[in-house]
């Protein structure tokens, strides 16, 4: 049997026919000697442990119930039949659904909680067709995140997985649900600090990471703070990273913004870090 430290589970025994004993202590060993779990409980048959984060981690523990009045008495104690494992515990805090929508070429954590002393972890993840795709071997399992940067793989059916390198078949964790891997956007033009002439046709360029941006939409702000975003065009072929923009003439601003969009997935988008001229 193996119990995963962090966890909660039931120690039972049961108590001769006749005998009387109200109090009972229960003790645990991981060799030669017992340390106290709890001490002078009433003997109800039960007692549900929490077993501490920093529990050793053993192949042989055993657990020993006592009559609280003659701790000693081998007569009125008992020692588990065999002994059983604990074992480190890992949980995925992220990311763990759907609402986790991930950029290529972007960088995000993938955090964890660990239950015990895990002192390496290797991270795979799997999109769907493919797993354990390698993202990091050999990293520091108590530090509980590790910041990934998002390779050029998009897909809606990735999950993470997270091994203790100590025991990787049977302390491990994986994402609950799927998360998504999507293609990210960057403006080129116009730079930021330049000037364009309205009513000239010019050319806004992008560039794309990931195969999946097949339409863009373009938005203006003359304000340079985004609340006032309209929109330039609608559907644009996002492959062709250009599209030819003739300025009308009463967009004049001296704080013009842009902004561009997955057509088919509004939360992929890049806005301009500052601001240009339209004069």
């Excluded at 007692?47 to 009559?67: C, E, L, M, Q, Y």
């Excluded at 590790?146 to 203790?164: F, G």
């Amino acid at each position: 049997e193996t119990w995963t430290v962090g966890t909660q589970h039931n120690i039972t025994w049961t108590t001769p026919t006749g005998a009387s004993i109200p109090k009972v202590d229960l003790l645990y060993s991981t060799g030669s000697t017992f340390t106290e779990i709890v001490s002078n409980i009433d003997n109800t048959g039960t007692h549900p442990w929490s077993i501490p984060t920093a529990f050793p981690i053993s192949d042989n523990v055993t657990i020993k119930v006592a009559d609280h009045r003659y701790p000693l008495d081998t007569d009125v104690s008992d020692v588990s039949d065999a002994p059983f494992k604990t074992v480190a515990g890992i949980t995925i805090t992220a990311p763990v659904n759907s609402t986790y929508e991930w950029a290529v070429g972007t960088q995000h954590n993938i955090t964890w909680t660990p239950q015990g002393d895990i002192p390496f972890v290797d991270i795979t993840y799997s999109d769907g067709t493919t797993t354990d795709i390698e993202i990091v071997t050999g990293w520091d399992g108590n530090s509980g995140a590790y910041l990934w940067t998002i390779p050029n793989n998009p897909n809606i059916t990735s999950k993470v997985r997270i091994e203790d390198q100590r025991k990787p078949d049977t302390v491990f964790a994986v994402s609950p649900e799927n998360f998504s891997i999507v293609g990210s956007l960057t403006l080129q033009l116009p730079a930021v600090g330049g000037s364009w002439v309205v009513g000239d046709p010019r050319l806004i360029t992008w560039t794309t990471n990931g195969t999946n941006i097949a339409q863009v939409n373009i938005m203006l702000s003359l304000l340079g703070d985004g609340s006032d975003y309209l929109p330039i065009v609608e559907g644009a072929n996002g492959n062709q990273l250009w599209y030819s923009w003739t300025i009308p003439a009463n967009y004049c601003s001296p704080t013009a913004k842009l902004k561009i969009i997955d057509y088919n997935n509004p939360r992929v988008s890049n806005e301009m870090a500052g601001t240009f001229k339209l004069q």
